[in-house]
């Protein structure tokens, strides 16, 4: 038994770390999402413009409950969900 109590310590370290990364994450892709959806495109930089391209395809791609974890970790709405609540 000690050693299955020793596995499921480990696992049970292994689920928090892997939680704590998961909304150090979210905070980030939160903070990029109220970013990009500020932004103005027609006053950035080429350069700025293609990074910014490829956030927002990034996060396009994420499904929309993840994206709402992440807005919801930043405190932070995109205007259209805004209005649209």
């Known amino acids: 038994m000690p050693h299955r109590d020793q596995e499921i310590a480990l696992l049970r370290r292994e689920v928090e770390m892997l939680m704590n990364e998961r909304q150090a994450i979210l905070r980030v892709v939160g903070a990029?999402?109220?970013?990009?959806?500020s932004l103005d495109s027609k006053r950035l930089p080429v350069g700025a413009i293609e990074a910014a391209d490829v956030v927002a395809t990034s996060l396009n791609q994420l499904s929309e409950e993840t994206l709402q974890d992440a807005l919801s970790s930043v405190h932070?709405?995109?205007e259209g969900d805004a209005e649209a609540a």
Request: no cysteine; charged share 10%.
């Open 76 to 78: 932070a709405e995109i």
């Open 32 to 37: 990029s999402a109220a970013l990009i959806a």
